[in-house]
């Protein structure tokens, strides 16, 4: 496939809300598709892999084109819960991959295969690639694994041989001003951003743009209103110029049938979906002074 040439997201004190997970089973594409119909995302992340992809990435080119505003699409690495596009050594000899915790422990131990990982990445990347008509405006991973040792480096050597543009890159991280008044899960913000520190080399020598700042980052319980947390997310995004990036995990109420992947958030996205399909989430945006920055 030709390489193109594209104008890449630009940070220069927007703030942007990215979709998780596209891809992943019908409940959560028709969640996003909502919500990009809305013009509620600029920013819908793929997995390659995923069961409903090839049905849905149609749908959502279709979506995007018609959408109020602009919406990039990129690709959600995923190395972690599910099945890959072909065997990795050492990991997923059989496509079948293991949880976050075996991959985190085999990153920090030096004991993945790289190169494998690497095929891997080119996989997904083909796959979406493919099923888009160009390459994807960005990439992150699935469980953030795309700033674990060595997937970075995968991470930042496909994205060099795929596209000649400077492509985006997630940072999962945020100043310490900002983790001290996060709404939830201030440990795993702050895990995030030291792993995002340790990334940046990588991304910075293949010349990828990053987000300056990050928030999303919940326990995903679905006592907790999502509402309030998003406010102050948004709120924490507009107390500087840089900009920021927050992602959601949305879709639609489902009961998993015989088949479908592993869904350990679903009871948590339909209260994501139907806050950010809400005036109030248009009332928040206002309120919080980031309605002027949300959108490219």
Known sequence: MDKIIETPMTWGGRIHLCADDFGLNAAVDEGILDLVHLGRLTAVSCMAGGVEITRDIPRLLAAVSDAPRPVQIGLHVTLTEYTTLGPIRGLAPECALPGIGTVMRQAYLRRLDVPA???????????????????????????????????????????????????????????ERDLARLPSAQFKSRVLSLMSRAAAPSHDEAGMVTNPRFFGVTEFSPEVPFGPRMRRWLSLANSGESGALIMCHPGRASVPAAGDPPDPIHLHRPQELAYLASEAFLTDLAETGVA?????
Do not use: N, T
Request: charged residues 20%; hydrophobic residues 45%; contains cysteine.
């Open 117 to 175: 990982i690497r095929m891997e990445i080119d996989r997904q990347m083909a796959c979406l690639s493919a099923l888009m008509g160009r390459v994807p405006d960005f990439v992150d991973g699935h469980q953030h694994v795309h700033l674990l040792p060595g997937i970075r480096d995968a991470v930042a050597a496909s994205w060099k041989d795929w596209s000649v543009r400077p492509g985006w890159v997630r940072y999962c991280g945020a100043p």
């Open 292 to 296: 002027a920055r949300f959108g490219l």
